[in-house]
């Protein structure tokens, strides 16, 4: 009785990962009786009683709350429409852009122009999937300079790691600022060697995001990396 599945581990759907009612089914996971059982392939994630399995593959679903970084496509009179990295493309409207006060007719684009990227949370999520999104917020801001890298949106969570401790090690040993979409992007900027640097640690994590002692191995690859 008790987990079966370790943490950090791959699992394919139908693998038992607890047996007992100590643990909790979270995403990806199901009860049967008293087993926890896999419904995908996926790394077993255990948080606390609860016992998820994060797909290793996937793309992107927008959920309110969540801070995504997107671009602006399109200026209207009322707002700006702007790619969120989906195939749904989300709405930033005036009163949401900015705490100040916007005049009607105003140009637009001396706020935000077209190829411009921003960091926002999405407010609202239809059954259509319109978005919608704010920029009125503690970090939500234009990403000004720096350089934007794509990563696959299921691998973030592992990329910013528990409690920020991965993200937070990879900007200590970089000096970069590094701010993380949920949707997939990652805006680094920093000096031009120190930003490849966090780029090629970035995606050295997501391509190794399925292996245990994950946390060892990025400090190692830093340490070698920087000759500290």
């Known amino acids: ?88 493309t989300a709405v930033l409207s005036m009163k949401e852009a900015t705490t100040a006060y916007i005049e009607r007719g105003a140009d637009l684009s001396k706020y935000f122009a077209i190829g411009d990227y921003i960091m926002a949370e999405v407010t609202n999520v239809t059954e259509q999937n319109l978005i919608d999104i704010s920029m009125r917020g503690p970090r939500l801001k234009k990403l000004i300079g720096g350089r934007i890298i794509e990563v696959s949106p299921v691998k973030v969570p592992r990329i910013i790691g528990r409690k920020g401790s991965m993200v937070s090690m990879i900007k200590n040993a970089t000096g970069c600022e590094i701010i993380v979409g949920q949707n997939g992007l990652i805006w680094i900027k920093g000096e031009p060697d120190n930003e490849r640097l966090a780029v090629d640690t970035v995606k050295y994590v997501e391509k190794n995001s399925h292996k245990q002692g994950l946390t060892e191995d990025v400090e190692k690859f830093l340490k070698e990396k920087t000759g500290k």
């Not at 791959?10 to 607890?18: K, R, T, W, Y």
């Not at 089914?25 to 896999?38: C, W, Y």
């Open 1 to 88: 009785m008790g987990l079966i599945a370790k943490d950090k581990t791959i699992v394919v759907p139908g693998e038992i990962l607890a047996e007992g009612m100590d643990y909790l089914p979270g995403q990806g996971a199901f009860r049967e009786k008293e087993k926890v059982i896999s419904s995908r392939l996926g790394l077993v994630n255990v948080d606390g009683r609860a016992i998820k399995v994060i797909p290793l593959a996937g793309t992107y679903l927008p959920k309110r709350g969540d801070q995504i970084i997107c671009k602006v496509q399109d200026i209207s009179y009322t707002g700006w429409r702007v790619n969120t990295n989906t195939a749904y």
